[in-house]
């Protein structure tokens, strides 16, 4: 089944987003890194049980519990590519309130913060793009965009400029509220109780196993999402804006379920699709949204016209396409 979305919006929205305007403001002045020792031996333990739950699952979990933490994996990459990014960050499209709950208990199954707070920083990310005001910023290297970033103080610029963010539409959200409000019991529970009492229950898993995959699901996750501010930003083609550093890059693509299409979502962040074709195989996310579309649960879907399309990469674009190898004069014929 190929559902067809039931609302698609050809929207005309500029051609070129604020981000050039944006990055005027910012003192690109270097300052020392402060690292957060508190962090780092977080996230070290983090990693410490995972590669422990890594050795487990080949040689004494249990299927079911794997596929669990797989399902579960997914789901919470759907969570922040469907909803937390392409829902809630850029309004690519409108949601009914049961696909809104659904999107946000799989945002609470990825952990990453509360919703709300990875929205304002993806918006800072947009509005910012590769600057000091940019929480992720790539110029300072990609240990920093990928993971660095979590373990270091706000640039003093993150801070001064973070209150210029549009954010009343998350805020006045009931189910974003919601979960901000009880952040710690039902993203607690979501991403890590749930996840591990329920293999013990149906199929008798042990405690180790089973809360040990759930921290391998739970740092893959957090390095799945990570490619996107890492390695989209670093290894790839500018088909649609040289002048940027992010990229198309197909394997982010495939670790993230279709967000390596980078260079595309930073000149058009409106498109629901985050890609100029949302059919791709490398695009599950896009099908997600066409799916509830079809069932009557996601609406306004929005898109780039081609023409649109077409006229940035003539004008702005390396000469590449999506996947690098055929020429823009190629493309259209």
Same mark, same amino acid.
């Given at each position: 089944?190929?559902?067809?979305?039931?609302?698609?919006?050809?929207?005309?929205?500029?051609?070129?987003?604020?981000?050039?305007?944006?990055?005027?403001?910012?003192?690109?002045?270097?300052?020392?890194?402060?690292?957060?020792?508190?962090?780092?031996?977080?996230?070290?333990?983090?990693?410490?049980?995972?590669?422990?739950?890594?050795?487990?699952?080949?040689?004494?979990?249990?299927?079911?519990?794997?596929?669990?933490?797989?399902?579960?994996?997914?789901?919470?990459?759907?969570?922040?590519?469907?909803?937390? #990014?392409?829902?809630?960050?850029?309004?690519?499209?409108?949601?009914?309130?049961?696909?809104?709950?659904?999107?946000?208990?799989?945002?609470?199954?990825?952990?990453?913060?509360?919703?709300?707070?990875?929205?304002?920083?993806?918006?800072?990310?947009?509005?910012?793009?590769?600057?000091?005001?940019?929480?992720?910023?790539?110029?300072?290297?990609?240990?920093?965009?990928?993971?660095?970033?979590?373990?270091?103080?706000? #640039?003093?610029?993150?801070?001064?400029?973070?209150?210029?963010?549009?954010?009343?539409?998350?805020?006045?959200?009931?189910?974003?509220?919601?979960?901000?409000?009880?952040?710690?019991?039902?993203?607690?529970?979501?991403?890590?109780?749930?996840?591990?009492?329920?293999?013990?229950?149906?199929?008798?898993?042990?405690?180790?196993?089973?809360?040990?995959?759930?921290?391998?699901?739970?740092?893959?996750?957090?390095?799945?999402?990570?490619?996107?501010?890492?390695?989209?930003?670093?290894?790839?083609?500018?088909?649609?804006?040289?002048?940027?550093?992010?990229?198309?890059?197909?394997?982010?693509?495939?670790?993230?379920?279709?967000?390596?299409? #980078?260079?595309?979502? #930073?000149?058009?962040?409106?498109?629901?699709?985050?890609?100029?074709?949302?059919?791709?195989?490398?695009?599950?996310?896009?099908?997600?949204?066409?799916?509830?579309?079809?069932?009557?649960?996601?609406?306004?879907?929005?898109?780039?016209?081609?023409?649109?399309?077409?006229?940035?990469?003539?004008?702005?674009?390396?000469?590449?396409?999506?996947?690098?190898?055929?020429?823009?004069?190629?493309?259209?014929?």
């Amino acid at each position: 089944m190929s559902p067809i979305p039931a609302e698609i919006t050809s929207a005309p929205a500029p051609e070129f987003p604020t981000e050039e305007l944006s990055k005027n403001v910012v003192r690109e002045t270097n300052e020392k890194t402060v690292i957060v020792y508190e962090n780092v031996v977080l996230y070290s333990i983090y990693h410490i049980m995972a590669l422990y739950g890594l050795y487990l699952g080949v040689t004494s979990a249990k299927w079911q519990t794997i596929l669990l933490a797989y399902v579960l994996w997914a789901l919470s990459i759907f969570g922040t590519t469907v909803g937390a #990014h392409r829902l809630w960050t850029h309004r690519a499209y409108k949601a009914k309130m049961p696909l809104q709950i659904l999107l946000m208990i799989c945002t609470s199954i990825a952990c990453q913060g509360t919703t709300t707070n990875w929205i304002r920083d993806h918006r800072m990310h947009h509005k910012y793009s590769d600057t000091n005001a940019d929480p992720h910023n790539a110029k300072r290297g990609f240990f920093f965009s990928h993971i660095g970033w979590l373990l270091t103080r706000k #640039h003093s610029e993150l801070k001064r400029l973070s209150n210029t963010i549009y954010m009343d539409d998350i805020y006045n959200n009931p189910v974003l509220r919601f979960q901000k409000k009880y952040a710690g019991p039902v993203i607690g529970s979501c991403c890590f109780i749930l996840p591990t009492l329920l293999p013990m229950y149906f199929w008798n898993e042990s405690l180790n196993n089973a809360w040990h995959l759930t921290m391998l699901r739970f740092v893959l996750n957090i390095h799945a999402i990570s490619l996107f501010n890492s390695v989209a930003h670093t290894w790839g083609y500018r088909p649609y804006d040289k002048k940027i550093l992010p990229v198309e890059n197909s394997s982010v693509s495939f670790f993230t379920l279709g967000e390596g299409f #980078h260079n595309y979502h #930073h000149a058009f962040p409106w498109d629901y699709k985050a890609s100029e074709l949302g059919n791709h195989w490398l695009n599950p996310s896009a099908q997600v949204i066409d799916f509830f579309a079809w069932i009557g649960w996601a609406y306004d879907l929005k898109t780039v016209p081609d023409e649109i399309i077409q006229a940035r990469m003539e004008r702005v674009g390396d000469g590449t396409n999506y996947e690098g190898g055929i020429s823009v004069k190629n493309k259209f014929t």
